[in-house]
């Protein structure tokens, strides 16, 4: 999935935080396995609302400035230091005196990806907050990967750099690209695909005449020929297909604890079939801690 010309490579916003300091260490990978440029951009929102309102002095722009350039010193040590194996890559830095998501959304534009932590710091001036994050996921122009500091109380596999990507299916073309992106790291990986497809976000029990067995062996069969031109496009990548009567988030969030990567739509189709909505994509990513790819068309 990589795409030429896209000149910034892997964008990150950063900001210091915990979860901005676990998407630099997950972009810095990323980038190495594309073979692309790390380009991490802190931005400084010099607006800052306060009431009652009160102009911002110089003192306090030259500190938001030195900080910024600290942030990012450490954002670049990061990076090197997570990277220190893998074959060198371009690391770039940038301040940028303006709003995140209009900063992040315009910077898209350029990038194969933009990666975001989960929240950010919540002190004056500090941004990549989880309303950030969101912003970024329904306005960019490439996908979006949000990043969360491991939590050591939720549950991680074993060895995570086995574990499987997985990927919500729905049919819609939202979860076709999504599909793309999920084989194309699967097969950076060297791990399986794991595919789910949630039929329905209504209790079979609510479903007056409903023979699950026949619907289920459909949805499979469906969902296999979905599948086939994507297998002979990566047979290096092992498929697993599950297909589930259950709500479309609760599934991908029970399969995500055993998952490396989680890949979304960003929306899909709606009705019985419906796997991918807004509201899917927006509670996956509140509630799993696994990274979270969440595709968005170039």
């Excluded at 209790?203 to 067995?213: A, F, Q």
Aim: proline residues 7%; charged residues 20%.
């Amino acid at each position: 999935m990589s795409v030429s010309g896209k000149r910034l490579g892997i964008v990150v916003g950063v900001d210091g935080s915990a979860a901005s300091n676990a998407a630099v260490m997950w972009a810095a990978q990323e980038a190495a396995m594309r073979h692309v440029p790390l380009t991490l951009v802190h931005m400084v929102n010099a607006a800052v609302p306060t009431w009652p309102e009160m102009p911002i002095t110089a003192g306090i722009a030259v500190w938001q400035e030195q900080e910024g350039r600290q942030v990012l010193e450490h954002a670049v040590k990061i990076a090197e230091d997570n990277l220190k194996a893998e074959p060198k890559i371009a690391i770039k830095s940038e301040l940028r005196c303006s709003p995140p998501v209009p900063t992040l959304v315009e910077l898209s534009e350029e990038a194969e990806m933009v990666v975001v932590g989960s929240y950010g710091r919540g002190a004056v001036g500090r941004a990549l907050l989880g309303s950030v994050s969101s912003g970024v996921v329904r306005r960019a122009s490439c996908p979006v990967a949000i990043v969360h500091d491991q939590d050591p109380s939720q549950p991680r596999p074993a060895h995570p750099e086995r574990a499987p990507v997985l990927v919500g299916i729905d049919g819609s073309p939202a979860s076709e690209l999504a599909t793309a992106i999920a084989f194309d790291e699967a097969s950076r990986r060297g791990v399986g695909l794991q595919a789910v497809h949630a039929w329905s976000d209504i209790e079979v029990v609510e479903l007056p005449g409903l023979d699950w067995s026949a619907v289920k062996s459909e949805a499979e069969l469906s969902l296999a020929e979905r599948l086939a031109g994507w297998q002979e496009r990566y047979p290096d990548v092992t498929v697993h297909r599950l297909v589930v009567c259950d709500r479309p988030a609760r599934q991908l969030i029970e399969q995500s604890r055993s998952a490396q990567l989680v890949v979304l739509g960003s929306h899909g189709r709606g009705g019985f079939t419906g796997m991918l909505l807004g509201s899917v994509s927006n509670a996956v990513v509140h509630s799993v801690s696994t990274p979270v790819i969440v595709a968005r068309p170039s």
